[in-house]
């Protein structure tokens, strides 16, 4: 069996390792290949399977363009299907779909460069519908006023490019949450817990750009949480729901924030990231006395069980 672990051609020092790291796995099981993503059909041979690690810009939608490539020509992929991807890489069509299903998520309205498509909610939180890595939320993102949502979402729209998510600010404390493994077989990881409590006075209290980048030593992570049992139950329920919910394959990692004691999920990555030095997932393994390998070996499971037959 051959792996084609596929990569960003311009990558960030996080993302290298997380390819190096997942290869040095896989090579212990299969035969391995990194290519680049432009050479992925020129590369692909008659039986691989494909992982994907090539993030692109998010709002590109490249992560759901791979996994339809793969799906197309017919080879064994692992992570979720493209109908996941496009859903989860744009955060006001998740939203409405998990609130459809009865799962809650913050109120939140649409601008498209024109218009908002419902009422503003106050306090409201800014971002672009379809980036990661808190790409476009910055210490400005949090506001408490009409008109001053109004104009910065207009200023964001003009800045990025992109349709803005105004949403209904929940002044609660965060999970991330990772589940991984398929069908009915699912495992939610302890969830990560983010404790902004630390960080210097007139540092926003938000996984903003700035803080996932020069704040993470003052950030506090806590694996499992804090969270009574009761409210870590929901928080499994709410993660295995809403898995099911978006069609998930293998491995996935929602946010949420927690109002008295009920989880709202804020977004879905559907293909989160996996440094084994600062990726959420890694982390989360740990409280089970698991390993950087097994959490690996979980998330390729269904696929090379497929492909052995
Ligand atoms: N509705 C919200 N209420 C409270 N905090 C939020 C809300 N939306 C986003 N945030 C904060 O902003 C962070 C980044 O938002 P998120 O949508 O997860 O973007 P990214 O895809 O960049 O991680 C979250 O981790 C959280 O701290
Ligand atoms: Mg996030």
């Known amino acids: 069996m051959r792996v084609l672990i596929v990569k960003d051609s311009i990558t ?7 390819v190096q790291a997942v290869d040095d796995v896989l090579r212990k099981y299969a035969e391995t290949k990194i290519v680049s993503v432009e050479k992925l ?3 692909l041979m008659n039986d691989d399977v494909i992982f994907n690690l090539s993030i692109g810009k998010r709002n590109d939608f490249l992560q759901g363009n791979v996994a339809a490539v793969a799906q197309l020509t ?12 496009y859903v989860c890489l744009d955060k006001f069509t998740t939203k409405n779909i998990l609130k459809a299903y009865g799962i809650k998520t913050p109120n939140g309205v649409l ?34 006023d009409i008109e001053e949502i ?31 493994g398929f069908g009915s077989d ?12 630390n960080l210097p006075e007139g540092i926003e209290r938000y996984y903003s750009q700035r803080v996932k980048e020069k704040f993470a030593e003052q950030t506090i ?42 989880p709202y999920v804020i977004e879905i990555n559907s293909m ?37 037959g």
């Open 12 to 18: 960030d020092i996080q993302r290298a390792r997380a």
């Open 41 to 43: 059909t020129d590369s």
């Open 74 to 85: 017919g080879h064994e992929h692992i992570g979720s299907s493209p109908y996941t991807h």
């Open 111 to 144: 601008f498209d460069g024109k218009k908002f498509t419902g009422k503003l909610p106050v306090p409201a939180i800014i971002k672009p519908v379809a980036e990661g890595s808190g790409i476009g939320i910055d210490e400005k993102s949090l506001c408490y």
């Open 150 to 180: 109004k104009k910065r979402s207009i200023d964001k729209f003009e800045k990025l490019g992109e349709p803005i998510l105004v949403e209904e600010f929940l002044d609660g404390p965060e999970v991330t949450v990772g589940v991984v």
């Open 186 to 197: 699912l495992i939610v990881l302890p969830e990560l817990e983010i404790d902004f409590s």
């Open 221 to 262: 992570y806590k694996c499992p949480s804090t969270f009574t049992e009761k409210v870590r139950e929901r928080i499994r329920k709410t993660a295995i729901k809403s898995f099911e919910i978006v069609k998930a394959r293998d491995y996935l990692r929602m946010d949420m924030r927690i109002v008295d004691g009920i």
């Open 272 to 308: 989160p990231g996996l440094d084994p030095l600062t990726s959420d997932l890694p982390k989360m393994v740990k409280p089970l006395n698991e390993d950087y390998e097994w959490l690996i070996r979980t998330i390729v499971k269904r696929a090379f069980h497929e492909k052995r």
